[in-house]
């Protein structure tokens, strides 16, 4: 069994660590000025423009298809919409037929291996015995971990990535 580093110490397999603000930048949201948020302002406004502005015209334009109103009216437009919207329906059915082909396939496969399983059954209770021992012997036994109502995690005391296949092969029950 390893020795145990001190609690906050970094195991040794760990070689680089990255803080969560190298991970995110949120200037919008975070504690800047306003004109530093500027620049983001206006590119979110002029994204929401050009997101609502087509979808306007083409509402405007289907609402006002028999009379002079709306953005546009012309005949090859409207016509163009149809086969648009005609394709979208065409696409859609075979998506849908497609996904429904895959999931019984994918359920015929299920029940092809849920009939052919073969598997250890002692094998598998001697590892689930020595992880849940592992478990305990690391966190303490189950009734009290149930039983805590907060929970704190201290940095690096997690199970270490080798530590439960290592125990595997200590007890001689292989890791494939």
């Given at each position: 069994m390893s020795q145990r580093e001190p609690a906050g110490a970094a195991p040794d397999y760990l070689t680089h660590t990255v803080d969560e603000k190298d991970l995110?930048?949120?200037?919008?949201f975070g504690h800047h000025t306003f004109r530093e948020?500027?620049?983001?302002?206006?590119?979110?406004?002029v994204g929401w423009i050009?997101?609502?502005l087509p979808i306007w015209i083409t509402v405007s334009a289907i609402r006002h298809r028999y009379d002079a109103?709306?953005?546009?009216?012309?005949?090859e437009g409207f016509v163009m919409f149809e086969v648009t919207l005609d394709t979208l329906a065409i696409l859609v059915v075979i998506f849908i037929v497609g996904y429904l082909v895959l999931l019984l396939?994918?359920?015929r496969q299920?029940?092809?291996r849920r009939d052919h399983i073969s598997y250890d059954s002692e094998r598998l209770d001697l590892r689930l015995a020595?992880?849940?021992d592992l478990y305990a012997e690391k966190f303490g036994p189950e009734g009290e971990r149930l039983a805590m109502r907060d929970i704190r995690i201290e940095p690096y005391l997690d199970l270490e990535t080798y530590e439960l296949r290592n125990r595997y092969r200590d007890?001689?029950?292989g890791v494939e």
């Open positions: 995110t930048v949120d200037w919008f948020k500027l620049p983001q302002l206006l590119a979110a406004i050009f997101s609502i109103g709306g953005w546009w009216s012309y005949h396939i994918d359920l299920d029940g092809w020595i992880a849940e007890y001689d029950v």
